[in-house]
């Protein structure tokens, strides 16, 4: 058996819109200052508090905050202006994938149990995989241990599995894992960060990902 592991944000789908949006209204009522679409971009797929504490600082009320999210996040994906868009081609591959009797999909992602499921539930997508594994199950990327659980419960050995993410913390991870990585270009790092950090390739569109999957799960 083969284990693909995904990551969501920057990866699967795009969700820029969603999380700026989420900034621009929660760090006001805090009075705080809404930080850059940079900054915020490059944390996307770390733990949400974790994301929180390096824009916002140590002293802001970390947790406040995050309840104040997690009430936003279903209103913004309410609108289509602000919901997470697959990316093209997204989810004809998993689809795809899903169905070949020798592979099993998998998630990891900096989202949490009860945020990753309203959001694939919307998307159609839950069906598709066997495990998901998020930021309250596990210490935030680049953490392996989310990898890791995924290859235990699937029962999958490292040299038979491998990750696909959009930023270096997913390279890390995968690293720490022991996996081999997929680096995607068009999310919300850089190709050649990616590649610093260790993907093993980083591609720039759906069909070459489906083709480096296949490769690589063919050695």
Known sequence: MKLIIFDFDGTLVDSRSLILE???IVFPQFRLPVPSPIDS???????LS???????GEAA?????????????????????????????AAELLHELSSMPDFVLGIATGHRSDTIAPALAALG????????????????????????????????????AIFVGDTTFDMMMAQAAGLRSIGV???????????????????RNIDELRARVRLALEK
């Open 125 to 160: 997508w839950g069906a598709y995989f066997q495990t998901i594994q998020a930021a309250d199950m596990a210490p935030s990327k680049p953490h392996p241990a989310m990898l890791l659980q995924a290859l235990q419960v699937t029962g999958v050995s490292p040299d038979d």
């Open 185 to 203: 270009g068009w999310g919300y790092h850089q190709a050649e960060q990616l590649a610093a950090a260790g993907a093993g390739c980083v591609v």
């Open 61 to 89: 009320p970390i947790a406040e905050m995050v309840a104040t999210y997690d009430l936003l996040l279903p209103q913004l994906r309410a609108d289509p202006a602000f919901a997470e868009k697959p990316f093209e081609g």
């Open 50 to 56: 974790i994301i929180l504490t390096q824009l916002a």
């Open 41 to 47: 971009l490059s944390l996307v797929g770390k733990s």
């Open 22 to 24: 989420s900034h621009r």
